[in-house]
């Protein structure tokens, strides 16, 4: 790995497969198209 001048981008770069997932997974889960998704889910559920 060759050193860049920005930590971020080094980091970035060495992630892993399941590294790279567990980031998508959280930014998906963490939208807000989502949130709103599951809680209309929930509420038809419940209705």
Avoid: C, P
């Amino acid at each position: 790995m060759g050193k860049s001048n920005n930590w971020h981008e080094d980091y970035h770069n060495s992630r892993g497969y399941g590294q790279k997932l567990a980031d998508g997974v959280a930014n998906g889960m963490g939208s807000w198209k989502f949130i709103i998704a599951q809680t209309v889910i929930v509420l038809l559920w419940i209705g």
